[in-house]
């Protein structure tokens, strides 16, 4: 049970004339959570529930930057399901921290990376205050994961961002060229080869090389090889 108030239950359906109409009565409190940590503010984000989302931001008082169980906030919740209204509210909103990290060391950009979502990416990067290079539990860059998933506008975008590095190695020593090719990305391969910093002879830590996690004859055509 996530024991849930009335507020909550409102925010998260997005019946917003309920929302402001429990706002308005004395007693109610915005920040109320459920078992799980989430306030409205988490809820209504994680939905993209924009008009409730402006009710709660003009309420005094509101915590803007609630974690959930997974220490994620309502930006990082709307980031990771691609609700750019809410995403663009919440970044114009002053105190909102835009490179938040949740319990495993995720960002906000890192998550937007590997589902795909381009215009919260977009949205992101045009705020310059996310770190482009920021690296996940498993050593993860933003263009690692949105290679690995073969998100080929996601691919663009960062490696049109002058700070980002093309070339990072993860954890096991693999770089964003290696992780496309193991799962057959051709265009974002085509990419990254493209890429004059890209090293596609590059070893990972158990002395493999790029071609050798390609699926198929045509990556490994594209490697030169």
Known sequence: MFKRTPLLYAALKGHAAI???LLMTGGVDPNSND???QMPMSLAAAYGHETVIKLLLAKNGVILDPENYKGRTPLCCSAQNGHEEVVRLLLASKGV???SMDNSG???LSLAAQLGRKGVVKLLLASGHVNPNSKNYLGRTPLSLAAQNGHVAVVKLLLATAEVDPDPR???GRAPLSRAAHDGHEAVVKLLLAHERVNKYSVDNYGNEA???Q???DTRQLLGY
């Open 211 to 213: 071609f050798l996690w």
């Open 35 to 37: 078992t799980q940590g």
């Open 215 to 217: 699926r198929g004859k």
């Open 19 to 21: 929302v402001e109409l």
């Open 106 to 108: 995720w960002t906000l």
């Open 97 to 99: 921290d835009s490179d």
């Open 170 to 172: 993860d954890s096991d």
